[in-house]
Each structure stands twice: as C-alpha cells, then as structure tokens.
C-alpha cells in the first residue's frame, strides 16, 4: 500500500520568496510516480508537477520543482518566487503500479498563504 | 477540447433522498475515478472504473453508494438515502491509461450538501 505524509498544515511565505513544501511517501512498489496538485478556495484540483521514480533529474514546471530525494523517500514542492496566487491547498500524491494499476493516494495537504 | 464535465456543481438533498452525480471524462480518456474530499480533508479514493466495468471498488462503502460507467453516456455516481455524513466533495478524475506516469484530469467537483 502507499502512504503520503504531509507534516506541514500550514504554511506562510511573504511574496516573492520561495518556499519548500514537505511530503514524505511510503511504499514498497518498485516503479512510482509522484504527483503535486494545487486546489485553490474555488474548489478544482489544478495538476502541477509529476516525478517518476526512474528519472535522474528533478522535475521543473516553470515556478515549480519538485525536489525529489529517493533514498529519503522525499519529493518536495518548491515554489519560487511566491504570488498572492499561489495562496492554496497543495496535495502530494502517488500513484504506483502492483498487479496492473493502483489510484493515485493523496496527502492530507498543506495550506500556502502567500503575504504581501 | 473540454475537460473533465462534472455536473451538478452544487447539490443539496435531504436526508433520505438520492443523489446522483454526474462525469464526463477528457476525450480520449478510458480511466474513471472518483474521489471523496471532506472539509479540510485530503481526497479519498472511492472508485475506478472503466468502460462497462468496475475495476476498483475498495474505497466505496459497502452500502448505499454505487457507480457505473456505461458504454454510452457519462460515469454516474449515485448514492441512496443519503445522510448528513455524505456532505462532501465528489470528484471524478480521468486518465489516458493506466501505469505510475499517467496523471489524472480532474473535474471541477461536486459540492453535496446533506439537510
């Protein structure tokens, strides 16, 4: 079975700054990918950033890097240069591959206020 | 190329009463899953499903909630005689195919409201 642990509830950054977002997994599949969604107050789950477990590089979307430390079991979201837009729920998520297909299992989250 | 259609938006029932919610995957897109989200609360996977099958029911409580995906027409989620406790948001999410690289689309959700 995976596991996602979001340790962080909330976090605040001043604008412009960056900021790391923790999420920790556990699993026992040899393949997995790991995935970051952004929700913000409107409600819908807005796709950032993927990380396979294979891949030599750390994944980068734009603002967004997903810093991934695999004997750690870490694959954290680092936001540069925070907007007030980035004000969310951030959820960490996996998905590995036992037996055919498994459901992507999400964190609990983490809360980003993002201060003027 | 739309994305994920989930309807209604917002949904209120009395206790008792059914609810049924609706999912249109992406175009392209085989792969069906609905998730539960409380208040302040991460997603929970309910159910996955493919064209005419269930492929996943372990996140679904035993009773009273079902889904299907028919070969015509859009994913249903449906849940009978619901209760104050089934307040939540419902997403549908779709992917391309199966495998730990595929992601999932999701729709915009359903707020149910429970009275």
């Known amino acids: 079975a995976q596991k996602i642990t979001q340790t962080q509830p909330g976090m605040f950054v001043q604008e412009k700054e960056a900021v790391t977002l923790d999420c920790t997994y556990d699993t026992s599949d040899p393949s997995y990918g790991l995935f970051w969604y952004k929700q913000p107050s409107s409600g819908e789950m807005i796709f950032l950033i993927y990380?396979?477990?294979?891949?030599?590089q750390n994944a980068t979307e734009g603002r967004y890097s997903l810093n991934f430390q695999k004997a750690r079991k870490s694959a954290n979201l680092v936001i540069s240069a925070s907007q007030l837009g980035d004000s969310a729920m951030y959820f960490c998520?996996?998905?590995?591959?036992?037996?055919?297909?498994?459901?992507?299992?999400f964190g609990k989250g983490t809360r980003l206020s993002v201060i003027a | 190329n739309a994305g994920v259609m989930q309807n209604p938006r917002h949904l209120v029932r009395r206790r008792g009463q059914e609810a049924r919610l609706r999912c249109s995957p992406m175009k392209g897109h085989s792969h069906v899953y609905w998730y539960r989200q409380l208040p302040e609360e991460g997603l929970k996977f309910m159910v996955y499903?493919?064209?005419?099958?269930?492929?996943?029911e372990s996140g679904m409580p035993k009773e009273r909630f079902s889904a299907e995906f028919p070969k015509e027409g859009p994913s249903i989620l449906r849940i009978q005689q619901v209760v104050r406790g089934d307040s939540a948001a419902y997403f549908c999410?779709?992917?391309?195919?199966?495998?730990?690289?595929?992601?999932?689309?999701f729709g915009s959700g359903t707020r149910l409201t429970v009275v």
């Open positions: 990380q396979g477990s294979y891949d030599q």
């Open positions: 998520a996996m998905r590995g591959l036992i037996s055919g297909n498994t459901p992507l299992v």
């Open positions: 999410a779709s992917s391309p195919g199966q495998g730990p690289n595929y992601g999932y689309t």
């Open positions: 499903l493919q064209k005419e099958n269930i492929i996943d």
